[in-house]
C-alpha cells in the first residue's frame, strides 16, 4: 500500500435500465412497413425480370430499354423503403448503444434482431437487382 493516497470511494453502478414498452410497437411498425415494402418488391420483381429479359440484347436507348430501366429503377424503389426502415432502426440501435456504453442494454437484442430481418431483406433485394442491373447493357 502507498502512504499518503486513498483509494478513491467506489461510485456504486447505476441500476439497470428497464426495457422501453414502447420499442415493441416501433421495432413492430418498423417490420410491418419492412415487410410491405419488401411484399411490394416481390410483387414487381417478375415484370422486372420477363421486361429485362424481354430487353436484354436491345441497343442503349431503345425502347425496350428504356422500359426495362424503368421496371428496375420502380424495384430500386420498393428496396428503398426497406432501406428507410431499416435506418430507422439503425438510429435505434445507436441510441440504445449511446445510452448503454459499457454493455448492451435490455432493449439491445430486440434492436438486434429487428435490424438482422431488415438487412437480410435488404441483401436479398440488392442481390436480385445486382442480377438484374447486369443483364441491362449499357
Given at each position: 500500500?502507498?502512504?499518503g ?7 456504486p453502478?447505476?441500476p439497470p ?14 417490420m ?10 416481390l410483387?414487381?420483381?417478375g ?6 429479359a424481354a430487353a436484354?440484347r436491345?441497343a442503349v436507348g ?19 423503403d ?16 449511446v ?33 438484374l442491373?447486369s443483364r441491362?447493357?449499357?
Amino acid at each position: 500500500r502507498v502512504r499518503g493516497l486513498s483509494a478513491a470511494p467506489r461510485q456504486p453502478s447505476p441500476p439497470p435500465a428497464s426495457p422501453d414498452r414502447d420499442l415493441d410497437s416501433r421495432l413492430a411498425g418498423l417490420m410491418s412497413r419492412a415487410n410491405i415494402a419488401h411484399s411490394r418488391f416481390l410483387a414487381r420483381q417478375g415484370q422486372a425480370e420477363r421486361t429485362i429479359a424481354a430487353a436484354a440484347r436491345s441497343a442503349v436507348g431503345s425502347e425496350a430499354w428504356s422500359v426495362a430501366e424503368i421496371a428496375l429503377a420502380e424495384l430500386d424503389s420498393a428496396r428503398s423503403d426497406v432501406a428507410i426502415a431499416l435506418a430507422e432502426s439503425d438510429s435505434l440501435h445507436v441510441a440504445d448503444s449511446v445510452a448503454n456504453p459499457a454493455q448492451p442494454g435490455p432493449d439491445s437484442a430486440r434492436i438486434a434482431a429487428a435490424r438482422e430481418q431488415m438487412l437480410a431483406l435488404v441483401a436479398q433485394e440488392d442481390a436480385v437487382l445486382q442480377r438484374l442491373g447486369s443483364r441491362l447493357p449499357g
